[in-house]
């Protein structure tokens, strides 16, 4: 389908679930928009550019893919961007509450917007990138977990943490 979609999130780091999700809407859509939210509130452990670079390691394969990154609302992001179409992957129940009412909350901010749901890959139902930063910053095994291109650079920043 020639049509471009937003895969938006924090992506602190990103994770095997994210590429999952990313490389099937890569297929799926003519473009997508990988966007990195510059959350300066969370205060997160890499910084924007560190994340962008991590994705667009991890993604180099991905011909259709392009990292950005975006500050305050993405509905906003999305009608200035000209895209009406984000695809969020769901890893489980506990993740469909909080995804609905996001979905709910852009569609009256921009009702344009469409959010599509990908299910995510079984064997990345249980992770998160909060799981990554945790296991990685206590020296535990992270290669399971994280795409291989970018796993050493995560590593070495999670135990300088
Ligand atoms: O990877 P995450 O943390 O689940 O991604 C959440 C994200 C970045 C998609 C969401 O927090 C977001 O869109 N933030 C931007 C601010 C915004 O638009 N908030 C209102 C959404 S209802």
Do not use: W
């Not at 924090?10 to 994770?15: A, L, R």
């Not at 469909?96 to 599509?116: D, G």
């Not at 930063?133 to 796993?151: K, L, Q, T, W, Y």
């Amino acid at each position: 389908m020639n049509k471009t979609v937003i895969c938006p999130g924090s992506f602190d780091p990103v994770t095997l679930g994210h590429l999952d999700i990313i490389t099937r809407a890569s297929k799926m859509f003519g473009k997508v928009i990988v966007a990195v939210l510059v959350n300066s509130g969370k205060n997160p452990t890499f910084s924007t550019e560190e994340r962008m670079e991590l994705l667009r390691e991890a993604t180099a394969g991905l011909d259709n893919v392009e990292i950005t990154s975006f500050k305050g609302l993405l509905a906003e992001y999305c009608k200035s961007s000209g895209v009406d179409t984000i695809v969020k992957g769901l890893r489980a129940v506990s993740d469909f509450e909080y995804e609905f009412q996001m979905a709910l909350a852009n569609k009256k901010l921009n009702p344009q917007l469409e959010t599509i749901f990908l299910t995510a890959d079984a064997d990345s139902t249980f992770l998160s990138s909060s799981m990554v930063r945790e296991i990685g910053s206590m020296g535990g095994d992270i290669s399971n977990f994280v795409p291989a291109p970018v796993h050493d650079r995560i590593v070495k920043k999670l135990r300088k943490q």
